[in-house]
């Protein structure tokens, strides 16, 4: 009887440690299909910083939903928010406006696997672009708008000492 509680008890552990592995291990999407659209700013007259939103929606071929998608921008990682249903995401990250560079910013998302081969790759030292990511998402900025050239108040200095200078002139011609 004591053998019999003993082997039902190894296999009653055996069994739960399948269940929490099914329980834990993560959904894999394959064939991923991604649809994005990109907000930046674009008028930095009196902004410290840019904003960068990606939003997208994931298919995965296998239709699996709710990943945890995690998003790497320039040596950065941030978790992407889900939005909405299931398949929606956000990424969103601010740079510096003198940092910010116009052109492709593209942004790489893993799941869960990835992100954590990403993050021992960065641990290790290793280079991060040998992990692959599941799908990368470009996200343009044409620049942002700074102000004019010359403001208006160095302007109106500078065609109010014209104007005296042309007054002063012609004073001194109708005197003279």
């Not at 291990?25 to 299909?33: G, L, Y």
């Amino acid at each position: 009887m004591g053998i019999v509680k003993m082997v039902n008890g190894k296999m009653f552990v055996v069994v739960g440690y399948l269940l929490l592995f099914t329980y834990v291990s993560a959904d894999v999407c394959t064939k991923p299909e991604v649809t994005a659209s990109a907000y930046t700013t674009q008028d930095a007259t009196v902004l410290t910083s840019i904003a960068f939103v990606a939003e997208l929606t994931l298919k995965c071929g296998n239709h699996v939903t709710g990943l945890p998608l995690y998003a790497e921008i320039n040596g950065r990682t941030l978790p992407a928010a889900r939005i909405g249903d299931d398949n929606n995401y956000q990424v969103s990250w601010t740079e510096d406006v003198k940092k910010a560079r116009s052109g492709d910013y593209s942004v790489n998302l893993y799941d869960e696997e990835g992100y954590a081969a990403l993050r021992k790759a960065i641990r290790s030292g290793e280079d991060s672009s040998s992990v692959k990511s599941l799908v990368t998402v470009v996200v343009n900025y044409p620049g942002a708008y700074q102000g004019p050239w010359v403001n208006s108040e160095f302007m109106a200095a500078i065609l109010s000492v014209l104007v005296w200078y042309l007054a002063f002139s012609a004073r001194s011609k109708l005197l003279a």
